[in-house]
């Protein structure tokens, strides 16, 4: 079936630091979702992209759609404390009806 | 406030017991779903339902079974036949307004189900 990979798995930042994520498959995409999942809790829809080349922002978050549809990013400006969490990101399958989750990128930060 | 409602939060059962997990959502959505997320993992979909009394597999289906009586319920049993239950079970839902519909789709707070 279809993988996303997701790069870094891990990374430690400096609080007040920028932070950028990606997210690549295999297989061609329609639509990027990034999600946020903070420590014991379910994830969080962050930012939804529907378009190649869509540049969205969500407050501090922006996430592009790649143009060769195989990836998606997501950058964090300015990192603060509670940006702690893992951030995964998603993409249709089956047709449409399923949910494909990528890895995950755990984001620590040092204060 | 409309959301999806997940309980218990901590769940603890004896090996070789079935248990249920409820999963509840009052945003009028059509479509529910059921992942499994083991520690420092990602989600993986283990049924999924998008209308009543109809559902799905996903890909880890074995030792699990659902039920789909009421649009805004869809809960979970957790076999005995069920290897490794112990994890962290997320419930989500999605609106399927017709032709076109958006694949955003919305979780419970979880639950965690420990077996020993």
């Known amino acids: 079936g279809q993988q996303l990979n997701q790069s870094p798995q891990s990374m430690f930042i400096q609080e007040g630091e920028d932070v950028s994520m990606n997210c690549t498959s295999s297989?061609?995409?329609?639509?990027w979702l990034w999600y946020k999942q903070d420590p014991g809790e379910g994830p969080v829809l962050l930012i939804a992209?529907?378009?190649?080349?869509e540049l969205t922002s969500n407050g501090r978050l922006t996430a592009q759609f790649g143009i060769t549809r195989k990836d998606s990013f997501l950058n964090i400006s300015a990192s603060i404390p509670s940006d702690v969490g893992i951030y995964f990101c998603a993409g249709p399958t089956g047709g449409g009806n399923k949910l494909t989750f990528g890895t995950g990128t755990q984001l620590k930060v040092e204060l | 406030d409309g959301g999806i409602t997940q309980s218990p939060k901590y769940l603890f059962r004896k090996e070789g017991q079935n248990v249920t997990l409820s999963c509840e959502q009052n945003l009028n959505h059509d479509a529910m779903y059921w992942y499994r997320q083991d520690p420092g993992q990602g989600l993986r979909l283990i049924y999924y339902s998008q209308i009543v009394n109809d559902f799905q597999k996903g890909d880890i289906a074995e030792g699990y079974s659902v039920s789909r009586e009421k649009k805004e319920s869809f809960p979970l049993t957790v076999t005995s036949a069920q290897k490794n239950p112990t994890a962290f079970y997320l419930c989500?839902?999605?609106?399927?307004?017709?032709?076109?519909?958006?694949?955003?789709?919305?979780f419970g707070p979880g639950t965690r189900l420990t077996v020993t």
């Open positions: 989500a839902s999605r609106d399927l307004p017709g032709q076109g519909a958006p694949h955003e789709q919305y």
């Open positions: 992209l529907y378009k190649a080349g």
């Open positions: 297989s061609i995409f329609n639509t």
